[in-house]
């Protein structure tokens, strides 16, 4: 059974369109998270969700919106598309204990592509 | 503020040659580092971590990692590569913390290795 799933794994879309990129875990984990990976391959965290509620959000522009309806899904919608939003994006899960960290094991990445 | 830096962005091997990537972090506690790498067209699979304890730690594939805290530095090594090893490699330190624990990676920019047969 996949761990981390999302869907779609690869989308190509226009400008100004609005889409959506789905993830889901099975490891029972508590905090999923987004994380935007560049045509440098640079990896960056946008969100993170903790039993649905938002703890992180790096200065992600309004355009995206994250949605996690339950502990196993967190789901980025993504409003007027740009050039710049030409990325893989990848969503990631973690159990969140107390003072210590736990391994965030990371979904297979969706392939966006504005054109 | 916490940092990742990988000095080599691109790096190349002989199959069957040892190998040895840099990774210095920046941050005020006891660090908890990882090393990740990515396959073309695929995900982010672990290779290792440290947490704390002995400042060499083992990893998948024949990885290892040695933790020097005077030096801020978590380079991953491996004795000999092959030809499989070619991917991208990320280290990474867990970051923002909050009361539950750490809730983000700061990944470095990356190492591509390529090797040659």
């Known amino acids: 059974d996949t761990a981390v799933s999302q869907t779609p794994k690869y989308l190509v879309t226009q400008m100004g369109n609005d889409k959506s990129i789905k993830c889901e875990q099975n490891?029972?984990?508590?905090?999923m998270y987004w994380y935007k990976q560049d045509s440098k391959k640079f990896l960056k965290i946008m969100f993170s969700y903790n039993n649905k509620e938002l703890i992180i959000n790096e200065t992600v522009p309004n355009r995206f919106s994250p949605k996690s309806p339950d502990k196993a899904h967190l789901n980025l919608h993504i409003n007027s598309l740009e050039l710049g939003d030409s990325a893989v994006y990848f969503c990631?899960?973690?159990?969140?204990?107390?003072?210590?960290?736990?391994?965030?094991?990371f979904g297979p990445g969706t392939r966006l592509t504005v054109l | 503020a916490q940092s990742v830096t990988q000095p080599d962005i691109h790096i190349t091997v002989s199959e069957g040659a040892s190998l040895e990537l840099r990774c210095n972090y920046s941050?005020?506690?006891?660090?908890?580092l990882f090393w990740y790498v990515q396959s073309p067209g695929q995900g982010l699979q672990l290779l290792l971590k440290y947490f704390s304890g002995d400042t060499l730690v083992q990893g998948i594939k024949g990885f290892e990692a040695e933790f020097k805290r005077s030096q801020s530095s978590f380079n991953l090594r491996k004795p000999s590569v092959h030809w499989s090893d070619a991917a991208e490699y990320f280290c990474a330190v867990a970051a923002g913390r909050v009361s539950g624990g750490y809730n983000k990676l700061i990944f470095g920019a990356g190492t591509r290795l390529a090797v040659h047969p």
């Open positions: 490891l029972g984990h508590d905090t």
């Open positions: 990631a899960s973690s159990r969140l204990s107390g003072g210590s960290y736990n391994e965030q094991f």
């Open positions: 941050y005020g506690a006891t660090p908890y």
